[in-house]
């Protein structure tokens, strides 16, 4: 893409799969709006309602390997329907760098390594008699890193969990065909299961969607925070319905930039990424401010607050032209 004679390309934003711009999806999106109209702006147990909500959560819990699911029309309330299920019960030990949208007032997050305070929680939880709620992201995209819970099994098995994760930028695109983080985790019987999802990143669409077993679902469609929320757009989740093979090839096209990428550049030496992950972290500042005053423009901010160091972010999606990252590789090449 350039603009006149100048460059003027994106590598930042969370749409993975491309999906904002992919014409079959829009089409399955116009399709569903024509079928049951743009919103249904009703309570979620209201006698009357629409059949799609109750297929497209039976296909999420199938697509992604959990008991049952619901939709909400946000990640946001997903996440707060959750933590106000339990924070009057439970302590609530919240994970590094766990999102906003996940807190219940201004939780003290620990600045230590998720590791370090996967070994303190072990000990925390073992020492207590407190029933707990773990709140946790499934992945840093900032870095990028990919936790891994298999700590979860050294808990005292006497010890009663419930365990909240939010998938939001793995679901699509991490796991064996995109199915996320739930079907990979422990499956305990003192550990009560929970992942939460923004549907907007990777899938592409506005809703936030709960995976659980069936009991912990159906008590929270009891909940006054779910009664009295509206539902996503019909027409949003009759295009998720019928878009998985869309998902599926947009992911082998994902997998396909990302190893050309890579192949593409001399050397990897100045980023830090993960196999099959679409960011990339630059470690070189110099090389970041030359690739946007070039027309390059990838995500560079202060993290974790105002005043802290710019990180410099390249995210590619699947919908990256080859010309775009020949563009790119060669930008990062010179400046080493």
Known sequence: MKKGTGLNLFFGGTAYLGMPHNEAFKKLVFEGIEIYGINYGASRNNNITLDIFSIAENEAASRFGAEDSIFLSSGYLAAQLLVQQYYETHLLIYAPDTHPALWIGKPAAPRIKFEEWAENTVKQINESDQPVMLISNSLNNLIPEIYNFDWLNCIDPLK???LLIDDSHGIGITGNQGEGIYSSLPQ???????????????????????LGNTEGIMNLRNSPVYVGS???SPGMLYAFVHAESIYKHELNNLHRNLRLFTDLLESTKKLFFINDFPVFLLLDDEIAINLLKNGINI????????????IHRIV????????????????????Y
Do not use: Q, W
């Open 160 to 162: 009663k969990i419930v």
């Open 188 to 210: 305990l019987p003192n550990i009560e299961t929970f992942v939460i999802a923004s549907m907007a990143k990777a899938l592409g669409f506005d809703a936030g969607m709960i």
């Open 230 to 232: 509206s539902p996503p």
């Open 299 to 310: 995500s560079s901010f202060p993290y974790p607050d105002p005043n802290a160091k710019a």
């Open 316 to 335: 590619i999606t699947s919908i990256h032209e080859i010309e775009e990252l020949e563009i790119l590789a060669k930008a990062i090449d010179r400046n």
